[in-house]
């Protein structure tokens, strides 16, 4: 947990996040917020392409908006990402580590090759009376973190992790038991510039993550393909709830379209118990902050 102030920075293909917060307790304290446009070819697909650029945006930023903070996290969209999920027996935490790093191995090499591992445990589950361990695995390619770090170092900060849109969001519903109360299937569709990242949660609990891109034909029965099969395969019962968030979520075409198609069970997150906003800005639309803030967070 990040119990001083620290810079999230969540630099999208579209726009640029910026939050100043902290942890305190059982809650998330946003004391900043910006946004800015991310210029034009410096980031594709999660990847630094014009670092000089990019540096310069930010450090201006930095300068205009007189922050201080030298902590940076950084969390990005990526298409290079890459999840996978693993049932193993229930062990203790060493046990399951090395578990893990074997079957990793035995199952997806492609996850180990020139990248940086990270996986989370998700739930302990009993299959056929035997407990069991679902992990969730991910993993971004090493030249891509090492952007990040460059860029953090060039702004004259100390960057102290990247991590992924999907873990960012992952880390917010799940450590502050976001819907643990609801014994409801529920979708939280994060709309960024490029892609629409779904996430899949029953009881509170992270069943799964998707990515569908605007080009693909028919999106929108894509994002129903998805859920329907999370539905009938892993939970056994239908969607209750979709939630909309990301810097798209207020796209009339796109909110329009998802709301044709799904009818009453759209929503939004206009606020978070567990996300106080300081006095700068109480009607902050913090939906389109969920993964700088999510970053935050440390477990």
């Known amino acids: 947990m990040f119990w001083e102030n620290v810079l999230s920075i969540d630099i999208g293909n579209h726009s640029t996040k910026m939050v100043i917060g902290r942890c305190k307790k059982n809650k998330v304290i946003v004391q900043q917020a910006e946004c800015i446009p991310t210029p ?7 990847k ?7 540096k310069e945006t930010l450090s201006n930023v930095l300068s205009y908006k007189e922050i201080k903070i030298k902590k940076v996290t950084f969390t990005v969209e990526s298409e290079e990402m890459i999840t996978r999920q ?8 060493k046990q399951l580590c090395q578990m893990i790093e074997y079957e990793v191995l035995q199952k997806f090499p492609q996850l180990l090759k020139d990248r940086v591992l990270q996986y989370k445990k998700l739930e302990d589950i009993y299959i056929n009376g035997v407990q069991k361990t679902r992990i969730l695995l991910a993993s971004l390619p090493k030249s891509v973190i ?4 460059q860029l953090g170092k060039s702004l004259g900060l100390q960057p102290l992790l990247l991590e992924s849109h999907f873990h960012s969001i ?7 038991k976001i819907f643990m109360h609801k014994k409801e299937s529920i979708a939280v569709l994060d709309l960024g510039y490029k892609w629409i990242h779904i996430h899949i949660f029953y009881k509170g609990v992270l069943q799964g993550t998707k990515i569908v891109s605007y080009h693909e034909n028919q999106w929108i029965d894509e994002i129903e393909r998805i859920l329907i099969y999370y539905s009938s395969e892993n939970l056994g019962n239908e969607i209750n709830n979709i939630y909309l968030i990301g810097g798209k979520a207020n796209d009339i075409y796109i909110r329009e379209t998802i709301e044709k198609y799904f009818g009453s069970l759209v929503g939004d997150i206009h606020s978070m118990t567990q996300i106080k906003i300081e006095s700068f800005d109480a009607d902050l639309d913090i939906k389109k902050y969920l993964n700088a803030i999510g970053t935050i967070i440390r477990t």
């Open 170 to 176: 992952y880390k917010l519903f799940n450590f502050y």
């Open 86 to 93: 693993l049932i193993l027996p229930y062990a203790s935490s």
């Open 48 to 54: 630094i392409i014009d670092l000089i650029k990019l």
């Open 40 to 46: 034009k070819d410096c980031i594709l697909n999660g």
């Open 146 to 149: 090492k952007e990040f770090w």
